[in-house]
């Protein structure tokens, strides 16, 4: 460029400057002008609407409070209910205390406002400031304006049980003047009573007008300051255009700036300006199958599945980052599942695109490794924390003169690897196969020697209510390879392996699942089904953790499953071709409890009726094992023995084509249990298979979606007969994930895997995907602490608690969740 040219340009850019500040200089005028307008709206809106809505807030919460107020006085009436129930007093005796108590009963800053009591019909039973009502019939009593209220209060709780009515009453500090009134009414059935209290409306509403002119005069404060604000700003409007200068200038530099950053990204980065790559760092370079050394000048399409248009388009919000799940082209691997992570900047003259791609297989891989391993490391923590009475093994005894010859024949006849020496009656030493192994290397020693010489003494011994861990290192302080374990009378009663201990800290499912694998007949994994409501309980006393019981539960009933199929498949015969054996509902998805029936069906390779007779009598003997072990049957007939799910791989696929293309009734019922489908045993590439013809078969079925939309929607749960069923309110939760996960074609089956999969790929915000988290764990954890208990106690586990079994805290929590699945299920509908 030429001298004369550099010159025309710099003048050129100087006269664009002068334009832009005097703009920017009328941008601030217009901005202060806008703000006065605002300010002005703020002051409208603050009495049309912020006054009006923060007065209804007030009476809410004054409404609230006496509706728990009325619930304290209730409660007294059901105490001593319950003390006549249990004996304690007779029936009149507890109505005369209960209308003493509640009738002395005060609340209110000058402890005036008190509780009355009716019967149904209604008679006064109680009424502190009004004895001349007691034991009158009000049926006919009204206030000055004819508001029967206590026939009113009847009439309402009749219907209703309990609610609100308004009435006039005559007011504390003057009896002469009656004045509106609010009060809430509860009826008692047991006793036909109706026990009520109320505010008056006038004292209401000379609390709002206290807080009226604080939040008034807070306002005013407040548009004080802004105005201050705006005039400071329009003086400083030169000193911020002297500084909007520089920044033009720091803007020119920006573009290498932005190169930097990428440059300096540990993941593989680029920029990205109108579809062209203007700069990508090393780390991106390093991924692609061709040396090239730079990618300045490709097209954003030759790089990425995800087409420049949907990138654009899909930035709903220029100030956030967007993630987009898509394939990286040319990569080393082949076609690589990324996800992208977008940033739309600014330039001077154009728009730019900071795009940071990770790869989502490793990303789950890592985060599922490290959950598994943070569940394993507490739970063998949780039952390390168990009594060492659990692992007890039965003592063999020798008599302190018996030669080493023979004490290693008895050994060997009851499979011992140690053996307890004992001197009259009392045991004085221990030897093990391996001291055994090492002593007799002595020359001084023989077989015909006596025990004694290679015994080990005195002997160390730990009491059967110690702790796991403390065992391990009572272990490893003596270097010993076993415990001698005494009773509550200190004496010696077995002994602990230290080999067993260090399995059960190291990886305590895989021991229970070993001893599973290990059993031959029905009735031994019987005895280790009953086990697992008292290991569950156990690990409840140490943790909150569900998705460690879940995983439990789950695991051992995998287990269970697997040596049931191994077994059934010894009695019927092997396999005529290879098939694989399912689970559907709660076991597809991994979160069984202890009430669980079996939702399972086969899928089988060759088709042909020879075939499905012989898996139709593998499932029948499965199904039959199972339901012996603990498993029940499924009520609906949902199981593998069932000619309708023991199918041929391609008439799978015509089911599932038929529920999907046709979403009516039973076709979207049955479709949500098999969509939670997960292999238990068999052949994996069999429901790799349908699962992949499912969710090809899904895409833009919105029929289908809408349909089951409306299943989800029409899942309300609810208090029932002063009852809460569990499983009611897991439902919506479990299918708004499942919905969303079929739709955005997500292949997890499990529900929290399901969430972490939608929040991933931001579908679903952080905060409420921590919300549902919170909310699914605390039922799961109710659901299950409340079936243990019920299994403890010989009862049969249920889904339905009763309100009394649970405390306040539980209760309101319910209540709001019932609120958030509302919400949940109205946001779903938007998806279409």
Known sequence: MTLKNKKLKTLIYNNIEEENGEKFTSGIVISTVLGVVSILMFIVSFYAIIIPMFERSVMDRKKEMIHELTNTAWSVLAEHDEAFKAGKITLDGAKVLAAEEVGRMR??????????????????????????????????????????????????????????????????????????KLSYVKAYPAWNWIVGTGIYLDDVRQEIKRLRDKLLRISVLIIG????????????????????????????????????????????????????????????????????????????????????????????????????????????????????YVTQVEQSDSTAYIVVIKNITE???????????????????????????????????????????????????????????????????????????NRLMNDSITMDSSIVKIMTSPVISINQGALLYEAVLLFREHNISHLMVTNHNNTINGNISYLKCLEMQNNSLTFLIQEIQKCDVISDMRNIYNKVPVLIQAIFTSTDNISSVSRIITSIADAINKRVIEMAIAEVGQPPCTFAFIAMGSEGRGEQTLKTDQDNAIIFAEPSDDNKQYFLRL??????????????????????????????????????????????????????????????????????????????????????????????????????????????????????????????????????????????????????AQEIEKMYNFLMHLRIKCQVSLILDNDWPSNSISLNNLTAIEQETLRNIIKEVQKLQEELQTIL
């Open 363 to 437: 990303k789950n891989r890592l985060r599922l490794d490290t959950q598994k391993l943070s569940e394993d490391v507490q739970l063998s923590l949780q039952l390390m924390n168990q009594p060492v009475k659990n692992l007890v093994n039965e003592n063999i005894y020798c008599d302190i003169n018996m030669p080493i010859g023979k004490v290693i024949e008895l050994m060997k006849s009851k499979r011992s690897e140690v053996i307890s020496v004992k001197s009259n009656e009392e045991t004085v030493g221990v030897v093990t196969d391996k001291d055994i192994r």
């Open 619 to 768: 499932s029948t003997v499965i199904n039959e094992n199972l339901h012996k072990i603990g498993y029940a049957r499924c009520e609906g007939d949902l199981m593998a023995g069932n000619p309708e799910w023991c199918n041929h791989v391609d008439e799978w696929k015509e089911i599932f084509s038929t529920w999907i293309n046709n979403p009516v009734g039973l076709n979207v019922l049955d479709g949500s249990l098999f969509f939670d489908m997960r292999l238990v045993f068999g052949d994996p590439q069999l429901s790799s298979r349908l699962i992949d013809f499912v969710y090809e078969e899904l895409k833009g079925k919105n029929e289908f979606f809408s349909q089951l939309i409306k299943t989800v929607a029409s899942s309300k749960p609810a208090f029932e007969n002063q009852r809460v069923d569990i499983k009611k309110f897991l439902i919506p939760i479990v299918g708004y994930l499942r919905a969303k996960a079929l739709f955005y074609s997500i292949k997890q089956t499990n529900s929290m895997m399901r969430l972490n999969y939608l929040m991933a790929y931001d579908l679903i915000s952080e905060s409420k």
């Open 107 to 180: 609340y209110g800053s000058e402890q005036k406002n008190y509780f009355w009591i009716t019967t149904t019909d209604p008679v006064m039973i109680n009424h502190p400031y009004r004895p001349d009502l007691n034991g009158k019939n009000l049926v006919d009593f009204a206030d000055k304006h004819g508001n029967q209220l206590f026939a009113d209060a009847a009439d309402l709780v009749n219907e209703k049980g309990e609610g609100i009515i308004q009435y006039y009453w005559k007011k504390k500090a003057d009896a002469s003047n009656e004045v509106p």
């Open 225 to 340: 300051i802004i105005v201050v604000v705006l005039v400071y700003v329009l003086k400083q409007t030169r000193i911020i255009e002297g500084k909007r200068r520089d920044a033009v200038n720091e803007l020119r530099l920006s573009n290498q700036k932005y190169k930097s950053l990428v440059g300096a990204s540990t993941e593989g980065t680029l920029m990205v300006v109108e579809r062209k790559v203007v700069f990508a760092n090393s780390k991106f370079i390093s991924l692609l199958d061709s040396e090239t050394e730079s990618l300045v000048g490709t097209d954003f399409s030759e790089l990425f599945q995800l087409s420049w248009d949907e990138m654009v388009s899909g930035i709903k919000n220029p100030n956030q980052t967007h993630a987009f799940e898509t394939e990286l082209l040319k990569s080393k691997a082949g076609y690589q599942h990324i996800v992208a």
